[in-house]
């Protein structure tokens, strides 16, 4: 058997560098705001409520530009995508870390660190994916990007505080955005190609020309998306205020933070080998399978938790979810690869983040009109198991458009 590299698709140079990308793009926002929250850091100067809006639109915010980003990654790669949101990250974090009003703040997350999100998480991450993998690597460069971004929270925690603790969290956030700047912008630059690579799709030429009016006719689609809403959802709910559910009955911050870097380290397995299972059982199988369990490891935070069931819940969490949000990626892919594909994922993406913007917000209400945390996630945990059954029932249903053209098929 010929071992010589498919000459439609670029060398896979490029995988670790923009893994890199992806890994500190949530390394010093998502998990960087844990820490830049905290009274040792920001939330000393500004309120939580301040600082919720701003990273909380910035959520929203880069939701919103999900489309046009995959749009903009048909027609001319990912390349430019990846370094402007370096830059637009870099600058979101100077600005935060000379803000001196809440405003300040507000701005510095909305005008810049929410249009970074879209640019240098997963989506772009997908696309690329999507244009430069031959179909057969696809699984396998989905699974190492996902594994190296799934290092972010094991790097980027313990070294936020540590450069909070030695220098203040101004420097911190300072030097966290130039590194954002130098890692994002040298692989842009250097290491990505130069253009997308022609694809070969299902995706019909009345499809290129309306991808949106067509798409929303599939009923896969819909109930899909629908389906990962109700995760995003639920998951927004868990990460906010998990930490504070477990302060609540009696566990100090650092052994919550010890344990949730341990649910990052789980994770990496699960990244890995869940690409490997979709393959060989069907995406939307494994990743119903795989919302079940994030559904139990929530269930184990509705009681006040024995130490058993704090370590459970991190466990279970860390196992299942670090693969349950990649696996979209390939299961929009089996269904709707093609030229296409990023106005897709975009149009999906921007319809799913409004929606699970609200998740924290319904946990907090919920939480203060019932006195504790145990209705809120047990909410989140059957919208998780709700979830699973749509995913199911999405793989199951019809493969045609409503003019009766035929798709691929769930494996």
């Known amino acids: 058997m010929s071992n010589h590299l498919d000459v439609r698709y670029p060398s896979r ?203 929303m006719r599939d009923r896969r689609f819909l109930l899909y998306t629908g389906a990962l809403m109700l995760i995003l959802l639920a998951t927004q709910g868990v990460i906010a205020h998990r930490v504070a559910r477990f302060e609540e009955v009696g566990y100090s911050l650092a052994t919550v933070a010890l344990w949730a870097a341990v649910a990052s380290a789980m994770s990496l397995p699960g990244r890995w080998i869940a690409p490997r299972l979709a393959e060989r059982f069907g995406p939307t199988r494994v990743q119903a399978a795989i919302a079940v369990i994030v559904a139990l490891s929530v269930l184990l935070m509705v009681d006040d938790s024995p130490s058993w069931r704090m370590i459970g819940h991190f466990f279970l969490f860390g196992l299942a979810f670090g693969a349950l949000l990649p696996l979209r990626a390939m299961v929009m892919g089996q269904w709707f690869s093609g030229p296409t594909y990023g106005r897709i994922m975009g149009s999906q993406w921007a319809g799913v983040v409004p929606v699970a913007a609200a998740g924290p917000v319904i946990v907090g209400v919920l939480r203060d009109t019932t006195g504790g945390y145990q209705t809120s996630f047990s909410l989140l945990a059957t919208l998780y198991l709700a979830a699973a059954a749509v995913i199911v029932v999405s793989g199951r249903a019809d493969t045609s458009h409503r003019g009766g053209r035929r798709r691929v098929p769930e494996r």
């Open 13 to 215: 140079a490029w995988i670790a560098p923009l893994a890199a990308t992806v890994m500190v793009g949530f390394g010093v926002i998502l998990y960087g705001f844990s820490v830049y929250a905290t009274d040792q850091a920001a939330g000393a100067e500004f309120s939580t409520t301040a600082l919720s809006l701003a990273y909380g639109g910035s959520v929203f915010v880069g939701g919103l530009l999900a489309l046009p980003v995959g749009h903009f990654a048909d027609r001319h790669g990912v390349r430019f995508i990846v370094g402007a949101g370096a830059l637009l990250g870099c600058l979101g974090l100077v600005a935060f870390s000379i803000s001196d009003e809440a405003w300040q703040v507000v701005a510095a997350w909305w005008l810049f660190l929410g249009p970074a999100q879209a640019m240098i998480y997963y989506e772009p991450a997908y696309v690329a994916i999507e244009q430069w993998s031959s179909p057969k690597d696809r699984a396998r460069t989905l699974a190492t990007i996902t594994l190296i971004g799934g290092l972010a929270g094991i790097v980027f925690i313990p070294l936020a505080a540590q450069l909070v603790s030695l220098f203040g969290w101004r420097p911190a956030v300072f030097v966290l955005g130039l590194v954002m700047l130098v890692v994002g912008g040298t692989s842009a630059l250097f290491a990505l190609p130069t253009s997308r690579m022609s694809q070969v799709g299902t995706t019909d030429a009345s499809e290129v020309r309306n991808p949106a009016s067509t798409f």
